[in-house]
């Protein structure tokens, strides 16, 4: 027979371990879990990855990192965090939801809490409109219900069909609950093309005015911008209410590329294919983009989009 110590010893032995094993710190090194109610974002890390990987952006850096932080340091906020982030392919739109992302969720775009919708793909009939905003709905309302603090984010809104994106506009509003489900500590991010002439001219015309392209501020661009999208039947956002009724925290711009920004593309990409910088290479890579406008050749018309496969071309090298 076991002595009575022994009994009592292994029993303590093992309630101790079970409650160990069940704290919510050790459960969560192994399994992703739902950020907790206070925690925040680190301000100081988020700026550096800005500030490193996404190039020639001072605009979209600022005006997403002081949304952001805001949002974050707010116990009680009144409604979700909702941008909108505009320009031409290749600027680094896909690239900052991505950096933001995985501030929020450590695993980016593999958290099971960051959603990525593409309009192409998730969306693609037209003469299936009322479904997709039943099923966009359903997904939405059970996944913040699973993490308040969950992510979305909704690539080629330029291709979305006019309508679709209202869907969702009773989620995004300020309500303290919908059907029960508070969605204020979510993030819902728009990424569209839309919009990218209406940037581009105002950049050009900073430029041919001799202003430094730092000096453009939001104030230049997002007035326009918002009320362009708004009469664009092409941006997804097509005389929505989202924007009628102001639901929008911010309306992004990204600027087009300079020459020297595809080069500080180039050398990212090779350090991150753990080369040497070989500068001849970098402005091989460069000197194949092609820019606009035509006479002065100031912008990439790509930004950096193709230069990881330009790149290929003189991996030998």
């Not at 092409?234 to 925290?249: K, P, Y």
């Not at 040497?276 to 050749?297: L, R, Y």
Request: proline residues 4%; charged residues 20%; neutral net charge.
């Amino acid at each position: 027979a076991l002595e009575p110590l022994s009994v009592g010893l292994a029993i303590g032995v093992a309630s101790a371990l079970t409650g160990y094993l069940s704290h919510p710190r050790f459960y969560c090194n192994y399994v992703e879990c739902c950020p907790s109610a206070g925690q925040r974002l680190n301000a100081t890390a988020l700026k550096a990855q800005l500030d490193t990987k996404l190039f020639g952006q001072h605009l979209a850096k600022d005006v997403v990192l002081k949304a952001v932080m805001g949002f974050s340091n707010n116990p009680s906020p009144k409604k979700p965090l909702t941008l909108s982030l505009h320009g031409w392919a290749g600027t680094g739109k896909n690239f900052l939801s991505q950096i933001l992302a995985e501030h929020v969720h450590r695993t980016g775009l593999r958290s099971k809490f960051v959603h990525l919708f593409l309009a192409t793909l998730h969306f693609p009939h037209h003469d299936q409109l009322k479904l997709y905003k039943e099923q966009l709905q359903n997904w939405i309302r059970g996944n913040v219900s699973a993490c308040p603090h969950s992510v979305f984010i909704f690539d080629e809104m330029d291709k979305m069909h006019p309508g679709l994106i209202d869907a969702i506009k009773p989620f995004l509003d300020y309500y303290e609950q919908v059907d029960g489900v508070s969605y204020r500590k979510a993030i819902f991010i728009f990424l569209s093309n839309a919009g990218g002439d209406l940037i581009n001219k105002a950049a050009l015309d900073f430029w041919t005015s001799g202003k430094g392209r730092e000096e453009i501020q939001l104030k230049d661009l997002e007035p326009t911008l918002s009320v362009g999208v708004f009469n664009n039947k092409n941006s997804g956002l097509w005389h929505s209410s989202l924007i009628d009724r102001n639901l929008i925290d911010y309306f992004v711009p990204f600027l087009p590329l300079e020459h020297k920004h595809v080069k500080m593309c180039v050398r990212a990409e090779m350090i991150a294919r753990g080369y040497a910088v070989d500068e001849k290479i970098v402005q091989a890579v460069a000197d194949e983009m092609t820019f606009f406008p035509k006479e002065q050749k100031i912008y990439s018309d790509k930004g950096c989009k193709t230069v990881q496969a330009k790149l290929d071309i003189h991996e030998d090298a």
